[in-house]
């Protein structure tokens, strides 16, 4: 692995195999859908709990990386904290109305024939607040996550061929297998679609390793009782929003505990992930049984494939413009880009003026920016910034609103 800097505590990834990673983890960095005010993304990050910092052996960045990577813990189990500030502005429940609008699923809000209990809508809930999860795992067939919601609890289970979803709140159950008849995943079977555990995070963080990042070793921690190193992940670049990313990992086992990113701007984290307790012993055979309880609905994975996908925008809607999707620019600065379709950017005017109040409404949180490309309206959050064009072209990423307009300016 050649470094990326002289300084033998940096490293680099290994050419064009991650400036492919990195492409492919856009999505977890860079939105690929925006409605009226900024995209949704999980950002990453905490101050790591800090109980002391442990004396342990001198690593470098690279051997940190090789840890991580050479880590094969089979069998775990805790408790994971995650916090997500996006810092986005208060809109009374009007993005909850209109993220219901573009979803065609009751699993997504909506009046279709899906399950409450659908993962593929359920786990997307992790973008955003503060919440509790509990997670096991016995090898590649048996896993278990649950997230524990006032008074109520979401369980998603896998164990050998099956996949249960149960959510206590509405008594539903969702049910698939892990093949289709000719042998094949089925396209609803979850195949951690939502990261949700500091390892998740830290496979995406890492596939973004190029030569446009510093990595360093900061230290060490205590996470969840064990001893941890502290790996930072920082831009090189100008542009970025991301101010660095830090990666608590285990000492023993190279299983990072702790995931944080902290925003170009300062201030508190975006997203805090990471262990409260951990045990890497074998989670009892138990834990991953699963009968529906009496009188619950159960809805199979087939039946609910035939009704309109959970979280997907109506036909006609965004979803069509999202075929066209661009990654353009380069490491951080990466930038998603793709054409609605619409044209005249924000709705103005309606038979009713709904939908001119309701753009009038989201116009009120943005910036009017112009430039070669036209003119346009920018949203911003504390990482993510989205640029809709009044031609009807959006522009996304973890970058500043200058770096939006030049990429919408060098499009033009």
Known sequence: MAPIDSDDNRTAGEGEELRAGRRKAARYVVPVAVMGVAAATIGLVPALADSGDPDLPKVTAEQLIEKIAKSDVQQM?????INTDLGLP???????GLMSGMSAGPGAGGDGEGSAADPSAKLTELVSGSHTLRVAVDGPDRQKLSLLENAAEYSLIHNGDDVWGYDSK?????????????????????????????KDFADQALKAVDD?????VGGTAQVAGRDAYRLVVE??????????????????????????LTPASGGAAVVDVGFTKVSFAKPDASTFDFTPPE??????????????????????????????????????????????????GLPTASPDGDLG??????????????????????FKTRLVNALITDDGKVYAGAVTKDELVKAADAAR
Do not use: C, M
């Open 170 to 198: 509405s008594n539903e159950v969702y049910h698939s297998t892990t093949s289709g008849s000719d042998g094949r995943p089925e396209k609803d079977v979850p195949e951690k679609d939502v990261p949700a555990t500091p």
């Open 90 to 96: 208060d809109l009374g429940g009007l993005e909850s």
């Open 295 to 344: 009188g619950a609905k159960v809805t199979e994975g087939d039946e609910s494939a035939k009704a309109p996908e959970h979280g997907r925008p109506a036909e006609g809607g965004l979803a069509e413009g999202l075929d066209g999707l661009e990654v353009v620019g380069e490491g951080w600065n990466a930038i998603a880009t793709f054409d609605t379709g619409a044209r005249g």
């Open 357 to 378: 109040a309701l753009g009038g409404f989201l116009g009120s949180f943005g910036d009017q920016v112009k430039g070669d490309f036209g003119s346009g309206t920018v």
């Open 212 to 216: 446009t990042t510093s990595v360093t």
């Open 77 to 81: 189990s805790g408790t994971v904290r």
């Open 235 to 260: 831009p090189k670049q100008d542009g970025s929003t991301v101010g660095a990313i830090t990666v608590a990992v285990d000492a023993e086992t190279g299983t990072p505990l702790k995931f944080t």
